[in-house]
C-alpha cells in the first residue's frame, strides 16, 4: 500500500484569490500537480480534499494504484471518457475556462487560469485563444501571437487567406485599402483579426458543440454566419453581465420599503436577512441568450435586479408578516394625505 502523501498549505496567493472570487468556488487539492486549484462549487467531486477538509484535519491523502477501481481511478475513468466525447473537456477543466462579461466595461472574453514558466497552472487569470486548423487540431493558448501565426500559416496553407480578406471586408472591419493590398500588417486588419478570433475563441467555448464528427465551427464559416454550425445550429453564446448595486445602495432600498409599507425601518437581523437575499440576486448577473428563428435574431434576457419587482415582493411579504403595522401606516398616509388636501384647499 502506497505511503500517505502530506497536503501543503494554501499559499496567501490563492487564499485571497479564493476570497475574491466569492461564495461559488472552493479550493480542492490536485493530487496530479501536487497544488491546491480553484473550481467551481458544482464542479467539486466526493474524492476531491477541499481548503474546509483540510482546515478540520485532512492533511493527507494516499495515492490509489491505477487499476484497482479506486475513487480518483474512476475519476480518471470519467475524464477519459467525456473527453472522448469533448475534445475541450480537460482544458476547460484544467484552466478553468469561462466567458466572462465584464461590468464595468460590457467586454466579454475568454478567461481561465494563466500557466507560469513552470508549466503549472497559476490563480492569475488571463484571456485565452482558441484556432481550429486544417488538419482538425484545436489549438489553444494564452499567448494571442502564437494563435495568431498558427491561424495565418493555416489560411496560407489552404489558399484562404484572400478568403479571410474577403469576409472581413464584407463585415466592414477593414478598410478597402486594406482589402485591395491583402496588407498583413495593416492596424484596421490586426483590430479585426484580434476580434475575430476572440469571438470564435468564445463561440466555440461556450457552446462546445462539436457535431457528429466531433470538430468545432471552421473559422471562416464562423466569419460569414457570426454563429456556431455545430449541433443546434443556430445558437449564439450566451453572455451574462453584472449590475454595479452596492450594499450601501441595498441597504437603503430595504430601509425605504419599510418604511414606507409599514412605518419603520427593519431591525439589524431582518435588514441582513433581506440583503442575503438581494445579494444573490446582483451575484447572479444578467444573463442574455439569442438564437435565430426564421431569419431574425431573438433574445431573451433573465434575472437580475429589478428594483420596482423586489419592492412590490418585499411589501407584500411585509404586509403578510405585519398586518397591524401595514393597517396602523396607511391609516397615517391616509391622515398626511387628507391634511396636505385640506391645506391646499384654504
Known sequence: MAEPIKISQPSKEQERALSLKGSDWRLIWDPKTKNWKTVKVQDVKASDITYDEWKGGKTTYTPITPGRG???????????????????YKDVRDYGLEVVTDPKDGRTELKGFAVGPDGKVTDQVVNYYLYLDRNDKINLSQDYNAIKKIALDDLKANNQLDSLFQELYNKKLISKETYNS????????????????????KDVVGNRQFGGDKLATNF???????????????????????????????????????????????????????LKELNKIVKKGVLSESKIVGGEIQQRTTGGFDEQEQGLKLQKQLKEENPLEYERRQAFSFIDELQKTMQGGM
Open 220 to 274: 471562416l464559416d464562423f466569419l460569414k454566419t457570426g454563429v456556431s454550425s455545430g449541433k443546434g445550429g443556430g445558437a449564439n453564446l450566451p453572455t451574462r453581465t453584472f449590475q454595479d448595486i452596492s450594499k450601501v445602495e441595498l441597504n437603503a432600498f430595504i430601509d425605504q420599503i419599510y418604511l414606507e409599507t409599514i412605518g419603520r425601518k427593519p431591525t439589524e437581523e431582518q435588514r441582513a436577512s433581506k
Open 70 to 88: 479506486g475513487a480518483l481511478d474512476v475519476a480518471e475513468e470519467t475524464a477519459a471518457k467525456q473527453a472522448e466525447e469533448d475534445p475541450l
Open 182 to 201: 491583402r496588407n498583413l500588417q495593416a492596424s484596421d486588419f490586426n483590430d479585426a483579426l484580434l476580434s475575430s478570433i476572440n469571438s470564435y475563441s
